[in-house]
């Protein structure tokens, strides 16, 4: 079977050195990337190149991405290089937010968009406009039509009800065919909640999830 992984994070800049970004090793997305291809499956790794966990798995062909906007223009040109992709798991942690201006406000209240390529800490105390990015995941179902989706849902606030009924909206939403859940609000471990599933299968460790996912990209 083809697979796609993505994994680690995107970032997006503010001026032309500082950065916004998540926190994301792209461990998870490497590890299955790597159990997959030991399963026999053939590997594309998408992995951000702020990903700390750089290992390189044989059988895995690797790829770089950057911001959003570039990891959702590489998964369309896999989509059309590889129609055929029959499993997509989404692992990587998308920053959901873009920079949009960096603003002084003057004395009276008016904001004034800087424009340096490097904003200089002389100016003091600054404002910074977030733009929400592309939701990467709702565009899987119109490139890879055919293909088993499998999506993340990384909570941080709430509780493990809170974050499956997050993982139910992502599982309607964008017409996936399984998600996993995890984070804070999760706790140990990880669920993973199938379409049309009523529970989330509890998986203790990252070694079981790899596994549980391994079957997932196995079937018809």
């Known amino acids: 079977?083809?697979?796609?992984?993505?994994?680690?994070?995107?970032?997006e800049p503010i001026d032309q050195v500082r950065r916004l970004t998540n926190h994301s090793t792209g461990r998870l997305g490497t590890g299955l990337a790597?159990?997959?291809?030991?399963?026999?499956?053939e590997v594309v790794l998408l992995r951000g190149t702020l990903a700390t966990h750089i290992e390189q798995s044989e059988g895995v062909a690797l790829e770089a991405f950057t911001t959003t906007d570039d990891l959702a223009a590489k998964l369309e040109c896999l989509a059309k290089r590889q129609p055929q992709a029959e499993a997509v798991f989404h692992a990587a942690a998308v920053s959901d937010f873009a920079a949009g201006a960096v603003l002084q406000k003057g004395a009276d209240g008016e904001l004034t968009p800087l424009r340096e390529g490097k904003v200089s800490t002389r100016e003091g105390g600054l404002l910074l406009e977030l733009r929400p990015t592309q939701k990467i995941?709702?565009?899987?179902?119109?490139w890879f039509s055919n293909a088993q989706l499998v999506g993340w849902k990384?909570?941080?606030?709430?509780?493990?009800?809170?974050?499956?009924?997050q993982a139910q909206h992502q599982l309607a939403d964008n017409a996936t065919?399984?998600?996993?859940?995890?984070?804070?609000?999760?706790?140990?471990?990880?669920?993973?909640?199938?379409?049309?599933?009523?529970?989330a299968d509890h998986l203790a460790n990252g070694v079981a999830l790899f596994d549980a996912l391994t079957r997932l990209a196995k079937r018809d």
């Open 137 to 142: 995941i709702s565009h899987l179902r119109g």
């Open 1 to 11: 079977m083809r697979c796609i992984v993505t994994a680690g994070p995107t970032y």
């Open 154 to 165: 990384y909570e941080v606030d709430g509780d493990r009800a809170s974050a499956f009924d």
């Open 177 to 199: 065919d399984a998600c996993v859940i995890n984070g804070p609000a999760y706790g140990e471990g990880f669920g993973l909640l199938e379409k049309d599933g009523e529970a």
């Open 34 to 41: 790597k159990r997959l291809a030991a399963a026999g499956h």
